[in-house]
């Protein structure tokens, strides 16, 4: 793979990351029962926004070892053991993300005012999820096949 489309890759890896921690931070304050809270209380009152947080760090986890597997692929070392542990980690941070969405819906079926665009968004967010785990899963296959590893004995678990 060229330098510079990994290069630009990664730059995309990084304004995704900066983007969605913009959001993380920026949407509390204008979310409507929040517009007139301090941020003490938009921070801490709100149990959903401390989930959102926590769920968030396997997304940013994921962003992270997406940017290592551009990193491997501009280097020319794609088909070696650390990519395909990369790629697994992502696989893995897309489950739990899934996991999250799925435990945050039920949260939101029970508090919501509108309940079906909640799970709308919640089933958009898990279907991409679902998406970026098989296209991960994929990929990890390919490398494992391709430097002949042994997915049950050279990777740790």
């Known amino acids: 793979m060229q330098r510079s489309a990994t290069v630009f890759l990664q730059f995309v890896v990084v304004l995704v990351g900066v983007g969605a921690l913009a959001f993380l931070l920026g949407e509390p304050h204008f979310e409507g029962r929040n517009a007139h809270a301090t941020p003490f209380e938009v921070y801490f009152h709100d149990p959903f926004l401390a989930y959102a947080y926590v769920a968030s760090v396997a997304f940013f986890w994921a962003l992270y070892q997406a940017f290592k597997v551009l990193s491997y692929a501009g280097r020319q070392e794609m ?16 489950y739990a993300l899934v996991g999250f969405v799925a435990l945050g819906e039920a949260f939101l079926l029970r508090y919501s005012d509108d309940p079906p665009a909640a799970i709308m968004m919640g089933v958009l967010f898990a279907f991409g999820a679902l998406v970026i785990a098989a296209a991960a899963a994929t990929l990890e296959r390919i490398v494992h096949e391709a430097a002949g590893l042994n997915p049950k004995r050279d990777l740790p678990a």
């Open 79 to 94: 088909f070696t053991p650390a990519a395909a542990q990369a790629l697994r980690t992502i696989r893995h941070c897309a």
